[in-house]
């Protein structure tokens, strides 16, 4: 499966915020979107930077949700092809295909401190749906299912931490989280006003409809 291998923190620097790839890391000052702010990586990210052209600012808003959810080109355009094929809003699909991905589940219920931290486990297969193991991260989860972590993962400190301090997070309301059991809910799809991440859904529709 093709995936990036690159370092992580050079993405928030490129798109100009933060994307929170690297979990608590992203929290300490010894992250290097803070100790390096305002500096593009590359060569030339110290140049002048010029005003972004119409479809500069399309291509960024595509990249940068691609980075936030771990997707890869290929698969985002297979999202965007189910999105526009859909009733309703064409980006608003989109992103509900994106936050319906079991490792993003399995983040935004605090068992992981990063997506790529929970796609691991999930592939690992330490999830289960419905008392069954799922190994595939792009698995969309459906209103009714319960998300729970394996035997071996719920005695993990590591995970026992990221739970603990997940309520500073916060959990959608599409979600339902038991701590203790270390399981979770899906109550319903999750819908636009749900996701708060500062994404521009329609510049991305733009972009793809060209």
């Known amino acids: ?54 479809y500069a600012l399309q291509l960024r808003e595509k990249q940068k949700v691609k980075r936030i959810y771990g997707v890869l080109e290929k698969q985002f355009r297979h999202y965007f092809e189910k999105a526009d ?28 401190p990063s997506r790529s931290s929970a796609r691991q486990m999930v592939m690992h297969g330490h999830v289960l749906i419905n008392g069954k193991r799922v190994d595939i991260p792009s698995y969309q989860v459906k209103p009714g299912q319960a998300v729970e972590l394996g035997t071996r993962a719920k005695e993990n400190d590591g995970v026992k931490s990221s739970v603990e301090t997940s309520a500073g997070r916060g959990i959608p309301k599409w979600l339902t989280l038991d701590a203790a059991a270390f399981k979770g809910q899906v109550l319903a799809a999750p819908t636009r006003e749900d996701i708060t991440l500062d994404i521009n859904e329609q510049l991305i529709v733009e972009l793809y409809s060209k």
């Open 1 to 54: 499966m093709a995936r990036y291998t690159d370092a992580v923190c050079r993405l928030c620097r490129r798109e100009g915020m933060k994307l929170y790839l690297k979990g608590e890391r992203c929290f300490k000052e010894k992250c290097s979107f803070e100790t390096r702010k305002g500096k593009i990586p590359g060569q030339h990210g110290a140049g002048k930077i010029k005003k972004p052209t119409g």
């Open 85 to 112: 094929a859909k009733k309703g809003v064409t980006g608003h699909n989109l992103l509900g295909f994106l936050e319906s991905r079991l490792d993003n589940v399995v983040y935004r219920l605090g068992f992981a």
